[in-house]
């Protein structure tokens, strides 16, 4: 049964998502404030985390910036504006998904559907088949782990949306992808048309994938018409 952690003060949306999740077949654990999501988090966890952005003791941008440091479960931020930039700035701190208030319960099930999907799916093997890595620069990608890997074998967090995004650009290497195919890739049926929502999410993808001193760039910019791969891509 999945477990969502929804992190809201207001008593009325919590009792009426409870309600809606836990029809829908999912465990619910509520917390009113930031000490009450971390509280809940150290005993069996959340998969999925609902937070909003207006707490009474730390904003939600603050809780999930913590939370990026400790931990890499899906996070939906819940924002009352319908501001691009509490997007923007949702999706920097490394937020998977966000949804705007007064929201829609049918919706945000949705968006918690395809978040767990991103974090628990990896590409099936056909039987016999092993499922490869991908190797690029002096990272490698497990597909079905989920991984990404430095050249000394040290582990490179990636959130959900991150893995992927990098999916995207790996699997289709030296080739320039628009804007709209790479939220389609990424994003799946919670596809948003906002140009600078992907471009804030290739930027933190950039940030965890390159060494300045060292690497080439990997990920470049192409002008009008969107961002390719530059590196070689070989099968494992």
Same mark, same amino acid.
Request: glycine share 10%; proline share 5%.
């Given at each position: 049964m999945p477990h969502v952690?929804?992190?809201?003060d207001d008593e009325d949306i919590l009792a009426l998502l409870t309600r809606f999740l836990q029809n829908h077949g999912y465990r619910v654990s509520v917390a009113c404030d930031g000490a009450d999501m971390f509280a809940a988090l150290d005993g069996p *966890?959340?998969?999925v985390i609902v937070l909003d952005v207006m707490l009474p003791d730390e904003n939600g941008f603050d809780l999930c910036r913590r939370l990026r440091m400790v931990s890499q479960r899906p996070v939906i931020m819940l924002? +009352?504006?319908?501001d691009h930039t509490?997007?923007?700035?949702?999706?920097?701190?490394?937020?998977?998904?966000?949804i705007t208030k007064p929201l829609n319960a049918r919706e945000l099930l949705a968006r918690i559907k395809t978040v767990l999907r991103r974090s628990r799916t990896g590409v099936a093997p /056909?039987?016999?088949?092993?499922?490869?890595v991908l190797?690029? *620069?002096?990272?490698?990608?497990?597909i079905a782990r989920r991984e990404l890997r430095s050249e000394n074998n040290m582990l490179v967090p990636l959130s959900a949306r991150e893995f992927d995004l990098l999916l995207a650009f790996v699997e289709?290497?030296? /080739?320039?992808?628009? /804007?709209?195919?790479?939220?389609?890739? +990424?994003? *799946?049926?919670?596809h948003d048309a906002i140009d600078r929502s992907i471009d804030v999410q290739v930027s933190r993808l950039r940030r965890k994938l390159e060494d300045p001193f060292r690497s080439p760039e990997l990920i470049r910019t192409v002008c009008n018409s969107g961002y390719i791969l530059t590196a070689q891509v070989t099968r494992s």
């Open positions: 952690l929804i992190v809201d *966890g959340a998969d924002t +009352a504006v319908s509490d997007r923007v700035v949702g999706l920097e701190l490394g937020a998977d998904d966000y /056909r039987p016999g088949e092993i499922c490869p190797c690029f *620069g002096r990272l490698r990608l497990d289709q290497p030296q /080739r320039v992808l628009t /804007r709209d195919t790479l939220m389609d890739l +990424a994003r *799946g049926e919670s």
